[in-house]
């Protein structure tokens, strides 16, 4: 069974930058979409971006478009999410989830990691 696990939050200025990490283990990321979501205090989870399972088709909600930038690494089985020009409104828990032989049209999540913290503050 897929698992995941987030890395790479922490505390950063505005107009800062991290990288975050979603690595998977005993299974191969290649089968499936990762979808990067995040949820502040008090508010929805939103999706933010989403790269497919073959293709290389990517997605950005408008709140990180021209921002945020997700990658895939096959040889590390794990997917990026390079966050620049980080705002405030960016504070949230940040998570990945995988979908199945997704092209990220859409999908059903089944698998998700644990979450990281990223926070934007001055």
């Known amino acids: 069974q897929l698992q995941l696990v987030e890395s790479g939050g922490g505390s950063v200025q505005p107009g800062g930058s991290l990288r975050l990490s979603c690595a998977a283990s005993?299974?191969?990321?290649?089968?499936?979409?990762i979808v990067w979501f995040r949820q502040a205090p008090g508010k929805e989870r939103e999706g933010i971006s989403c790269?497919?399972?073959?293709?290389?088709?990517?997605n950005y909600a408008d709140s990180v478009k021209g921002r945020f930038t997700i990658s895939r690494d096959t040889s590390e089985n794990t997917v990026y999410l390079q966050m620049n020009s980080l705002k405030p409104e960016d504070t949230a828990v940040y998570y990945c989830?995988?979908?199945?032989?997704?092209?990220?049209?859409?999908?059903?999540?089944?698998?998700w990691g644990q979450g990281t913290q990223v926070t934007v503050s001055s």
């Open positions: 989830a995988a979908a199945p032989l997704s092209d990220c049209s859409n999908y059903d999540l089944r698998f």
């Open positions: 790269i497919a399972y073959s293709g290389d088709r990517t």
């Open positions: 005993r299974s191969s990321l290649d089968y499936y979409a």
